[in-house]
């Protein structure tokens, strides 16, 4: 099982996420490309310590949204849209590729991951960017409009799941904002170890719903991300579940 984290998620002298102590921690890094966070500098930072890590670096791309952190839903047309995401990940690539490195997958954050779940034509923008800028691979939730749109178009996809996130029924997640869509440190320590190791999750209303994921996510701006994470990583090393890249 793969543990992937949000990573880069600050600009300028705003620091948001713990990149240092996380990538000693995860194995796949989801780096922000500059339209939700990230800077330059950021991202240039975090792809020399991935690489050094031996930790995967993903293109987490965004709608163009600093002033929101990319958590608000914006209506884009798609040949712009594919144009953005290829362009995000085109900058990420400068920066990985001369640490040694490469952007192995692309993961789309916020607004523009639960957009492109649902929504077929925004979902196929996002595929043909990452087609676009030559990158293979799409981590996304399994069964969602992305799911489908990337490997339509020819793509490999990963089936992502989340450890610090609440579930509906259907297997979507709690929107943020409504009780359950966050849930405490211990929550997300035992939801990850039945994710990995039962493929399945408790949902809100206390339903078992069954969730296909080869990639487990910690939220990296969260106050507790570290300490998640770590334990995470920890609690599937005694059980014997190896904890590998994906990509």
Request: proline share 4%; charged share 25%; glycine share 12%.
């Amino acid at each position: 099982m793969d543990l992937n984290a949000d990573l880069g998620e600050g600009f300028g002298r705003w620091e948001l996420t713990d990149d240092d102590a996380l990538l000693r921690i995860v194995t796949s890094a989801n780096v922000a490309c500059g339209f939700h966070a990230g800077d330059p500098a950021t991202l240039r930072r975090v792809c020399e310590l991935a690489a050094a890590a031996g930790v995967r670096i993903g293109a987490q791309v965004s709608y163009r949204d600093l002033a929101g952190f990319g958590r608000r839903e914006m209506d884009v047309p798609p040949d712009e849209l594919a144009a953005e995401v290829a362009y995000q990940i085109g900058a990420l690539r400068v920066f990985a590729e001369a640490a040694g490195s490469h952007v192995a997958y692309v993961k789309p954050h916020g607004a523009l991951y639960h957009r492109a779940g649902r929504d077929p034509v925004q979902a196929a923008a996002v595929a043909e960017g990452a087609r676009l800028a030559g990158v293979g691979l799409v981590l996304t939730q399994r069964g969602s409009e992305l799911d489908r749109a990337a490997a339509g178009a020819g793509l490999r996809v990963a089936g992502e799941a989340f450890a610090d996130r609440g579930y509906l029924r259907d297997g979507r997640l709690v929107p943020r904002g409504r009780p359950g869509a966050l849930l405490a440190p211990d929550a997300a320590v035992a939801q990850a170890i039945d994710l990995a190791a039962n493929g399945e999750v408790t949902a809100a209303d206390g339903t078992r719903t069954t969730v296909a994921a080869e990639s487990i996510c910690v939220h990296g701006d969260g106050p507790d991300a570290v300490a998640v994470a770590a334990a995470i990583r920890a609690a599937l090393d005694e059980r014997g579940i190896d904890v590998e890249a994906f990509s």
